[in-house]
Every structure is written in structure tokens, then in C-alpha cells.
């Protein structure tokens, strides 16, 4: 008897913790396994917010917060927006959730009907397409070209809408590949956009704070397509607050109630003692913070080290990443090559042959849209980037 459901059978598990958790099991074998397969900063929570989180337990803050978060987080997102990004979220559009990923579920679900198109460039975030799965929308790839540093274009976009497109979704800065969209680039987009009001854009914003060129922009600045955007962000990447579990999105007042509504049916508020913490870190201002500066300087190191590293690989093509913390290189020309008991077909064929020969953990690029690539995530020590490199050389070099 079969008693799980439909819905279930055909979701696909997250390949990056997948990935991560083989990792994690051969480490407690013994082996001596490098993970670069896990998009999390390494660093440790800064400590003016853990002490608000300490506060917070010792003030009692342990009761039913408010479903969409206490309204002087919500205030003080309020306020992020308008410092960082210029854009003006009142509270009440603004809803606090369990991390980015309750944040993009929720707002998926409360937009996408069964059979509605949901625009995704390739490559993307790994979950994307399985909640559009279980929302009942149909995904519609557009594959961008390592040449245009994996971002769509506005021409590809219009080409991509039909009368059943319902939702275009995005990262910028993105994972896996690292790039962000220029204003210039988002500007072309929201003019598509704006030529269909009948479709709405869900920005993923996350890595916002950790950008190596310049100021982050974000596509609902254009006023042309303001009611059409749902902008999702959170604390985990840039404050390192990964555990913390704390996401929001700012939207237009009919989805974020309709977020709302959704998810006082499934979680309810978040965490209080967290939510004490990210109010904490909406109050920093990124341009000011030595805790956030530093956090990114380091990132932004270990992105020219392992730039560097990546172009001495025989037959990668590399890009430069502008953001996050991840390299996304092409790495098909190992295909059809063979050592041993391994023969290399695909992404994931590569990324088991690095792991099981030497012992650095990589995410396929099947995962994220794109089978021709690998994702290398950098938060992790320069030693361990230098050593991680160095295995992989070697066991690359037996291939035949």
C-alpha cells in the first residue's frame, strides 16, 4: 500500500542538501571530505544580534507572536527597504516567515494557479521549480549562455510570455552562478513586464548584501511595475543568520495577505526570539557595519583566490562572479571521458566521481537547470578552497 501522495512521488528532494548530507555522512565515516556543496557562511552570527536574541529570552519574548511578525520588525524592514533599496513597503505589505524558502512557497502558492506558466531562466535556485510543482504551475525554462553571464534577457523573456504565463522568478545576485542584474538590464525587463499587467515578477533578493560591484538593484524601483513585484529577502546569507530561520517578502497589500492568510494555516509566526534578532539586523546599515563589511570583503577574497584557482582547471570555463559566494563553471568537456570503474555522462556523474575519488563535495548543475555546469560554493577557509582545488586537478588529470 502506497500512502504518500501524488504530490509527493513527484517532488524531487533538494539536491544541494542531498549533496550536503552525503557529505556530512562520509565525514562521520572517517573520510576526509571537503564540502563546497552548501550555500551557508561560514561565519558566525555577528554579536550585537545574538545578544538581541539573548535579550529577547531574558524579556520574555516567548509568547504567539503576531502571523505575519511583530510589528517593529515589520516597521524596520519597512525601513531596510527604503534605506537599501530605495522602495517604499508600508508594514502591513510586508510578511516575516521562516526563512526565504516559507517566504517564496507562500508567495507561490498564493498566486499560482494549476496549469498557470511560471517563467524561470536557467540556471536557477533548486526549489523554484519543484513549489511551482506542487502550487500546480507549469515550469517554462528560458536557458541563458555562460557567455551573457547566465542572465535572460528582455528579448528572451517576451518571447517566453504566453496568455497562461502568470509569474516570471529570479535571483539577483544569484545562486548558483554568482551574477547580478545591472539597472540598465532591469529596466529592459520590467519594460516587458510592463507590457503584461497580467503577470508578476517574484525577485529573490537574498544575497542583496553580498555584491563585489556596487549598489544593489532591485527591478520593483521601476514605478511602471511596482504593483507587479514580490521582492523576497531575509537574513540568513548576509548576517550569516542561516539558523536562525527568518525571511520576508515585501508585495503588493493582496499578496502579502494573502501570504499572511496562508501562513496562519500552516506555521504561523516565526520564531520570537529570532524575530528579536533579525530586528536587530534590519537596524544595521550595511554601509556602516564592520561586521557586514568584513563578512564581505573576506567573501570577496576568496572569490578573486578561487577565480584564480578555477582558471589553472584544464577544460573549466570560469566567470567571474559579481555576488554570493558561488563559481558555476562549464565543465562539459569531461563528458564521455572515463577512469577506472567511472565513465562521466553528466553533471551529477562528475560531481560523484570528485566526491568518491577526491573527497571535495560539489552540487551537480542538473540541480540548477543546467547540465553542462557545477556549482562550487566558496564559503569556506582559502586553505580548504586552495586543497579542495589541488584534489580535484588530480582526480580530473586520471580521466581519459
Known sequence: MNYISDRIMQM???????????????????RDVISLSIGEPDFNTPEVIKEAGK???DDNFTHYPPVPGYADLRDAISKKFKRDNNL??????????TGGKQAIY?????TVNPGDEVIIPTPFWVSYKEIVKVAGGKCIYVKTKLENDFKVTAQQLEEAITEKTKLIMFSSPSNPTGMLYTHDELKAIADVVARHKEILVMSDEIYEHINFVGKHESIAQFNEIYEQVITVNGVAKGFAMTGWRIGFIGAPTPIAKACEKLQGQITSATCSIAQKAALKAMQLNPAESEDIKFMRN???ERRDLMYKLLQTVPDFEVRLPQGAFYFFPKVNKYYGKKYDKYTINNSNDLCMYILNEGNVALVPGVAF????????????????????????????????
Open 369 to 400: 537547470g543546467d547540465d553542462d555546469c557545477i556549482r562550487f560554493s566558496y564559503a569556506t577557509s582559502e586553505d580548504l578552497l586552495i586543497e579542495a582545488v589541488k584534489r580535484i586537478k588530480e582526480v580530473l588529470a586520471k580521466l581519459q
Open 55 to 57: 535579550k529577547a529570552i
Open 88 to 97: 517604499d513597503y508600508k508594514p502591513e505589505q510586508i510578511v516575516v516567515s
Open 106 to 110: 507562500q508567495a507561490v502558492m498564493a
Open 298 to 300: 573576506k567573501f570577496l
Open 12 to 30: 524531487s528532494a533538494s539536491e544541494t542538501l542531498a549533496m550536503t548530507q552525503l557529505a556530512r555522512e562520509l565525514k562521520a565515516q572517517g
